[in-house]
């Protein structure tokens, strides 16, 4: 930065100090205005975290008797309304010691691993307790996602609901699933609570 200096006296007019200075400040002044702007980038600003999506919570206890039997229909949906497992009156849900089951959750989540040869075609559906045994079997219904028509190898027309209810969640089955393809409706009986999720297999041509 070059500082000039304007005096009274160089311009033909008689100096005096109070005026010198405010000339030579005025100088800096104009100086610093024709050197070109430096712009500093802008801090970013963090978007807000996405909000987790709380499971649903069923408290079973308010509606069995003391031996954990159901004593109506019962319904458990997901938050996001595309899974419904039903229940009917005079099931009893328990642990692998027989222990009645008081507590149900049911939450959407994106899916969490990937299973071979497969489409996945809707959120896992964790059904906990994991292992959960259900006598008799409930029906477990997914509103599933149409496949995209650019993918080869699989039948649009065959959803098959994946389970895995042991203690490894990538050791998926597929099970005899019943499909109303033009509501996109996937349905099976479960006889054990887990990890659901609608897929299509991808038939490999040799």
Known sequence: MKIMVFTLRSLGFPCKPRIFWVIVVLGI?????TEPMK????????????????????????????SGVLLDDYDLVSMDGRATLHLDMGTKIFDEEGKPIEMITIIARPPKTEIAYSLMSSPTYDIDPRGAII??????????????????????????????????EFDWETLDTHAQINSLIATVEVDRLGSFIVVFLVRIIP
């Not at 970013?44 to 999506?53: A, D, E, L, R």
């Not at 409930?138 to 203690?167: E, F």
């Open 135 to 168: 006598e008799p079997p409930g029906t477990l219904t997914i509103r599933y996602h149409a496949p995209p028509d650019i993918v080869s190898g699989i039948d649009p027309n065959d959803p098959q609901i994946a389970a895995s209810c042991g203690k490894l």
């Open 29 to 33: 002044l104009l100086t610093e205005c």
């Open 39 to 66: 712009l500093e980038p802008p801090t970013p600003t963090p978007g807000p975290s996405p909000t987790p999506v709380p499971p649903t919570i069923y408290k079973l206890s308010k509606s069995t008797d003391q």
